[in-house]
């Protein structure tokens, strides 16, 4: 039997946005949709409650308000959780990832990228129920991407080929997911793939088994540590092993809920929060790191420590030696991380962890103010064009994980752009109209092409701000 929750459509970001940084100009996208597309010539010919109807109508389209919601009660969020035994349920409900439920006896058939949930009761004749199908990877509506990921085909059969006998009987349910995708970048290896595994198999405390689509060795040794503190076995390569794994119960697919966050009331228990993840990644990083810092945390630390994280490239801070100086002479004891592709994910996590301050310019390694202690503080400097991104992608999590963030939009001569456009060029008085653009103009112009060097007299606002907040939480707490 297969069940299927309510489906809603879902707009679709501009799939010319390929990536985290692909979608900086999304929010001028609904601007545009609206303006444009609903009533271009509104301001003119509408009378204004006709105006507000089609207003309150467009924005329930656009941003999936539940009309139904207002007037009568909408489907329970865990309507496929609680799924009946022998059944295949699948919530298609979210923007951003289908997630199945199987449970009965589920077994793998790799070879057909399957999951056949075998029911004896259907009888020998009876091949196979409607089929569902899922690529389980949490970026839905971008489907340049999504076309890159192994779809997987589940039903349910009564017929016992040779073929789905078990050849591996696990007595603990499996997690399904693809590391394939954007995986490889720091920023969508935590948002679209570890904290949605924590979110959907937290569950199972650590008695689950992850199946996964699209293997890569280099994955499982990075975030071995995270793994091994969310599942007590190794994980399965999907694809790589041939052999027919029996469980009693799967979830294809992961739960994701916002950028970097977690929103309680749309977990499994109605309780977990971003701070039940960063004890995990305290659970899976501290042992290593704190080998580290022993000599460190031996010695009594009377002033704040700055950590500011060093890009290489692009967006690098140019004047980086001389805004270290500048932290120094404010009463910060400053250290540079410069991470590297090979760097362990543990040594990052015991340097920020151990820090009271992280500077950073916007991009993907900003993903790391997941390793920051809540109550400690986050300065980030947002170039030109990438304002909503930084704000959204990294400044409102790091909030809500109880960091004090400091964003530092810089001024047009900060940038390096300032010396390669004229005065009145969009590019520097304009950003937002060259976003609109699309995604190739935005990662040229923008995340490629520009460099920063602080006006430190300005920013020396931010780090004073952020020495006093340290100072006076210190003595708080005695």
């Not at 601007?31 to 409650?49: A, G, R, W």
């Not at 060259?434 to 007299?457: F, M």
């Amino acid at each position: 039997m297969v069940k299927h929750y309510l489906i809603r459509h879902h707009p679709k970001p501009n799939s010319n946005f390929p990536s985290l940084e692909s979608q900086h100009s999304f929010k001028h996208h609904h601007h545009l949709f609206m303006e444009y597309y609903y009533f271009p010539n509104y301001k003119k010919s509408k009378p204004k409650l006709f105006r507000l109807f089609f207003l309150f109508v467009a924005l329930c389209f656009f941003y999936d308000f539940e009309i139904q919601g207002l007037f009568g009660p909408n489907p329970s969020p865990t309507h496929c959780s609680s799924a009946a035994n022998n059944t295949i349920c699948c919530d298609r409900t979210g923007f951003r990832s289908d997630v199945c439920y199987m449970r009965g006896d589920v077994r793998t058939h790799s070879a057909s990228a399957s999951l056949v949930l075998h029911d004896p009761s259907l009888g020998k004749t009876t091949t196979q129920s409607e089929e569902e199908l899922i690529r389980p990877y949490t970026r839905k509506w971008e489907s340049c991407v999504m076309s890159t990921i192994d779809e997987l085909h589940l039903f349910v059969s009564g017929n016992q080929s040779r073929r789905s006998f078990c050849d591996v009987v696990h007595d603990v349910p499996a997690v399904v997911f693809s590391t394939g995708g954007y995986t490889g970048n720091v920023y969508h290896e935590f948002n679209d793939g570890i904290l949605p595994l924590f979110i959907t198999s937290k569950r199972f405390n650590k008695k689950v088994v992850f199946l996964i689509v699209e293997y890569h060795n280099w994955w499982v040794t990075k975030y071995a540590d995270v793994v091994s503190s969310l599942s007590d076995h190794p994980p399965i390569d999907f694809s790589g092993d041939n052999r027919t794994h029996c469980f009693p119960e799967a979830i294809v697919g992961l739960s994701i809920h916002d950028e970097l966050s977690i929103d309680p009331k749309r977990t499994h228990d109605n309780r977990t929060t971003i701070f039940h993840f960063r004890a995990l990644l305290d659970e899976a990083y501290r042992p290593r790191a704190r080998a580290l810092l022993v000599k460190e945390e031996q010695r009594p630390q009377l002033k704040p420590r700055l950590t500011i994280v060093s890009r290489n490239g692009s967006r690098a801070i140019t004047n980086e030696r001389e805004l270290a100086g500048l932290g120094e002479r404010i009463g910060f004891k400053v250290a540079i991380l410069r991470p590297e592709r090979t760097t362990e994910l543990a040594e990052i996590y015991g340097v920020l962890n151990a820090s009271d301050a992280m500077v950073g310019v916007h991009g993907a390694a900003m993903t790391h103010f997941l390793f920051m202690r809540p109550g400690t503080v986050f300065v980030q400097v947002v170039p030109l064009g990438t304002d909503w991104a930084a704000e959204n992608y990294y400044g409102e999590p790091a909030v809500k994980m109880g960091l004090k963030y400091i964003g530092y939009k810089i001024k047009q001569k900060e940038s390096s752009l300032y010396m390669e456009y004229e005065r009145d060029d969009p590019v520097l008085c304009d950003p937002e109209s060259v976003n609109l653009k699309g995604w190739e103009t935005t990662k040229r112009v923008y995340l490629d092409g520009q460099n920063v060097s602080l006006d430190l007299k300005r920013f020396r606002k931010r780090l004073v701000r952020a020495y006093e907040y340290l100072m006076v939480s210190k003595r708080s707490l005695g």
